[in-house]
């Protein structure tokens, strides 16, 4: 008898990871395309399992994206020591930092974040920012939707969302100013035949 790969309570390793094909190749051409989108679903549905996979080198490169030009971050909100909107700047300016071996001298952390995103441009690289369980800084979005929404529309950025509910719905006072931008959404249900919305 085969082993059971799921662990409940834990997202599925990318090299475990079925199905899905139809909001893989959608969300790959989302990326190509720097399209910034939304992952919508329930509670444990999958959609930390789902980022993780397709931010894999391995499945980028599958679908004909260069690992090396597009600069993977995956943020797991719930897992910050403090929900405050610096410190999850800071979160990815780290693991940018880190992934391209550059460090900014600046004592903002969103000029930071800034200066990084400018320098991938100008080294011809794209910046994929994930942001898993957005629902955790809802109440942060209305102090600075307006310099998210600066940062994701930068021509080489495509910013990812997860979470239970759409960002308009999420935090209505900044809807206008962000939720604009994720109008493309995969939509989940909790049927055995999940459906997709774009």
């Excluded at 910034?36 to 399992?49: A, H, L, M, P, W």
Aim: aromatic fraction near 10%; glycine fraction near 4%; proline fraction near 3%.
């Amino acid at each position: 008898m085969n082993k059971n790969p799921f662990i409940f309570g834990k997202p599925v390793e990318s090299d475990r990871f079925y199905n899905r094909e139809e909001e893989i190749e959608t969300s790959i051409g989302f990326i190509k395309s720097l399209q910034n989108f939304s992952v919508v679903g329930e509670r444990r549905i999958g959609k930390t399992s789902f980022l993780k996979h397709l931010l894999s080198r391995k499945t980028l490169a599958n679908y004909g994206i260069d690992p090396e030009q597009y600069i993977a971050v995956y943020c797991a909100i719930d897992s910050l020591y403090e929900i405050k909107k610096d410190i999850l700047i800071m979160t990815i300016v780290e693991k940018i930092e880190k992934y391209i071996q550059v460090e900014v001298e600046s004592a903002d952390v969103f000029e930071k974040l800034r200066a990084l995103i400018e320098n991938l441009a100008l080294n011809g690289k794209n910046l994929i920012i994930a942001l898993d369980e957005l629902e955790i800084i809802a109440p942060l979005l209305d102090d600075f939707s307006h310099w998210l929404r600066s940062i994701f529309q930068s021509g080489n950025v495509v910013a990812i969302t997860a979470s239970r509910t759409t960002v308009a719905k999420l935090s209505p006072d900044s809807a206008a100013s962000l939720s604009s931008i994720f109008l493309a959404i995969l939509l989940w249900d909790s049927s055995q035949e999940n459906k997709q919305r774009i």
